[in-house]
C-alpha cells in the first residue's frame, strides 16, 4: 500500500505560491455625450480637435482574497462650446489575490488590476468614439507603475489613508 501523507490546506496554499485572477470584469459605468457634434466638427474641419485625457484607478477590498478594481478613463475632444465628444467609463473587475504578503497586496491590486483591464477598457474608448462619428481614439499604453508612485505619494504629502486593498 502506498505511504499517503496529507498536507495542511493552508501550507499547500502557500507552497503554490502566489496567483491573481481575474474573477468577472465588467462596464460600471459609461457615458458618451456629443453636444453639438455639428458645429464642432465644422470649427475644427480636418484639424485634430484638443483633447484631455484623464485615468485613474480605485479599488477596495470585498473579502480576504477578492477586490473591486476601478479603471476609469475621461476623455474629452474639443473646446469651450466647440465639444466633440465627452466619454467617461469606468471598467471594473473583481480579483482574487492569494498567497501574497500584505507588502505585495496593494501595489497587486492597484498596478496589475488596471494594467490586466486596459486592453478591454481601451477596445471599449475606441468603440463608443468610432461610433459617436469620430476617428475611434486608441489610447496609448499607461504608465501604471509610475501612476501608483505618483499616488501613492500624493496620499503620503497629503496624510491619507493608502487605500483599501
Do not use: C, W
Not at 500584505?102 to 461610433?131: C, D, S, W, Y
Amino acid at each position: 500500500m502506498a505511504d499517503e501523507t496529507k498536507q495542511d490546506p493552508a501550507a499547500a496554499a502557500a507552497a503554490a505560491g502566489p496567483s491573481i485572477n481575474i474573477i468577472t470584469q465588467y462596464i460600471k459605468d459609461l457615458s458618451y455625450e456629443s453636444p453639438n457634434p455639428a458645429a464642432a466638427m465644422q470649427k475644427f474641419q480636418g484639424k485634430a480637435p484638443p483633447m484631455n485625457v484623464a485615468v485613474n484607478v480605485g479599488g477596495k477590498a470585498l473579502s480576504d482574497s477578492d477586490y473591486e478594481v476601478d479603471l476609469s478613463i475621461e476623455a474629452k475632444a474639443g473646446d469651450g462650446d466647440n465639444v466633440v465628444f465627452n466619454l467617461e467609463l469606468v471598467y471594473s473587475a473583481i480579483m482574487r489575490v492569494e498567497n501574497v504578503s500584505k507588502e505585495q497586496l496593494h501595489p497587486i491590486v492597484f498596478i496589475e488590476g488596471p494594467r490586466m483591464l486596459f486592453p478591454f477598457a481601451r477596445q471599449i474608448v475606441a468603440n463608443t468614439t468610432g461610433a459617436g462619428g469620430v476617428p475611434p481614439v486608441l489610447l496609448q499604453p499607461i504608465d501604471f507603475i509610475g501612476l501608483y508612485r505618483q499616488r501613492v505619494q500624493q496620499m503620503s504629502t497629503s496624510g491619507e489613508n493608502s487605500g483599501t486593498a
